[in-house]
């Protein structure tokens, strides 16, 4: 079944880290580009950060820069998303995708969606 799972979300205290994982059941998971998005209540759903096909790029948005790092490690057909020094306003919904963009930051640009995890940061 060609699906995209994520795990690792939970509740933390602001300062805290979690590290979010996203395992890809999909034929040729090196040939996509692997993206992160988030969605608080009653947003949209909003780009994080995206890792390309090799991990030789990365982009992040502004408000994660410097705290958040984006991997991938193809031969385990797995992503991961590191969040440090979280903060209240990192409390979301946090998806994995793949684009076959190089870097892809919107939306309309990803073909295959995990089901989210929770992440909650308490201040």
């Known amino acids: 079944q ?3 799972v994520e795990s690792g979300g939970g509740l933390v205290q602001a300062g805290g ?3 979010l994982s996203c395992a890809a059941s999909i034929r040729s998971f090196g040939n996509y580009a692997m993206g992160w998005f988030r969605q608080a209540p009653g947003k949209e759903r ?3 950060a995206v890792i390309s096909w ?3 790029s990365t982009y992040y948005t502004d408000s994660v820069k ?3 790092t984006v991997s991938r490690d193809n031969a385990k057909n797995m992503g991961f998303l590191q969040m440090n020094s979280l903060k ?3 409390t979301a919904v946090y998806y994995c995708a793949v684009s076959r ?4 930051i919107r939306r309309h640009e990803y073909e295959l ?4 995890t929770q992440v909650t940061v308490s201040s």
């Open 113 to 116: 969606w995990g089901q989210g």
């Open 2 to 4: 060609v699906q995209l």
């Open 88 to 90: 209240a306003e990192d």
């Open 17 to 19: 880290s979690l590290r």
């Open 101 to 104: 963009m190089l870097l892809g």
């Open 66 to 68: 410097g705290r958040f």
């Open 54 to 56: 090799n991990g030789g």
């Open 46 to 48: 909003e780009f994080v």
